[in-house]
């Protein structure tokens, strides 16, 4: 898809990180968007932005939590009817969260809000939507996973498993639709979106939000920590997304976010069976990609 004026995209996260560069950047290109999020303030500041920048664009909000099946097919309907269509061009299963690190030291309850926001958002979203791609004439379907996807891990003492768990399931999924979509809709393209440390709010958000809620006193220093990895990223949540629809342009179905992604790839393909080794694995990962002075602090 290489133009994206007039086409129609639906946005899930919209309402801050890679999610709002998405809307503002394909609503620049004169793109018209539906962005949802459980955020409705945050989400009408992207789309006051988006509107800056287009103001020629349809831009719609939507409150709808991913994880709940019947809410997005309740945003699909708004969907269709605010924005009078019969089809969408792109879907982009962007939302996402943390926590559940730990089968041991997480909740139960912790662990599956990760797991079904990160998995069955891009499950539940897919399935509402896939009539709505396959009835346009050009369509592309991103789904946003994770180095998280290929490497379940952030390092030799640090557990990660509902995320981990969900981004694999992303990833497995959305390389076995390139198949599907073929066979039986093949003017449909597909691809999957794996970042790297990408600086948007999805650790505070995840802290501030999530299930398990930290004690007061332990605000601070958490607030400082999701700030820290937010503003200390080696890619902004632009640049990112600028790096997305490049790759959906170019109709590539794997888009790589960030040199730490790459060298992480690069490192887990040429040494597999070490990927949990600790320090040995840090020594791959420090001349992945002809990187020698590459030193995993965006990963580890």
Not at 187 to 216: C, F, Y
Request: proline share 4%; net charge negative.
């Amino acid at each position: 898809m290489q133009d994206f004026r007039e086409k129609v995209a639906v946005i899930t996260g919209g309402a801050g990180g890679m999610g709002r560069e998405l809307v503002k950047q394909l609503a620049a290109a004169g793109c018209h968007i539906a962005t949802c999020d459980l955020s409705e303030t945050e989400m009408k500041e992207s789309r006051e932005l988006a509107l800056d920048l287009a103001p020629g664009s349809r831009i719609t909000t939507h409150v709808c939590d991913v994880a709940d099946e019947e809410a997005i097919l309740a945003f699909r309907d708004e969907v269709v009817e605010q924005h009078q269509v019969e089809h969408i061009n792109l879907l982009f299963n962007n939302a996402g969260i943390s926590g559940g690190g730990s089968l041991f030291d997480a909740s139960r309850e912790a662990w599956d809000r990760c797991f079904e926001v990160c998995w069955g958002g891009v499950y539940y979203g897919t399935r509402a939507f896939l009539p709505l791609l396959v009835a346009a004439d050009d369509a592309h379907l991103i789904n946003t996973a994770s180095v998280n996807g290929f490497w379940a891990s952030l390092g030799p003492d640090r557990p990660h498993t509902a995320y981990s768990a969900a981004k694999f399931a992303v990833k497995g999924f959305t390389e076995a639709l390139i198949t599907d979509l073929r066979v039986n809709a093949p003017h449909v393209k597909v691809s999957l979106v794996m970042p790297g440390h990408i600086g948007t709010g999805i650790v505070a958000n995840s802290i501030l939000h999530g299930v398990d809620r930290p004690d007061e006193s332990e605000l601070p220093l958490l607030e400082l920590a999701g700030q820290m990895f937010r503003d200390e990223a080696p890619m902004t949540a632009a640049e990112a997304a600028t790096v997305i629809l490049e790759g959906v342009q170019a109709d590539r179905w794997r888009i790589l976010v960030g040199e730490d992604a790459i060298a992480l790839d690069e490192a887990v393909r040429a040494a597999p069976e070490r990927a949990y080794d600790g320090e040995d694995f840090l020594n791959v990962l420090r001349t992945a990609g002809g990187k020698p002075d590459y030193d995993g602090t965006h990963i580890f």
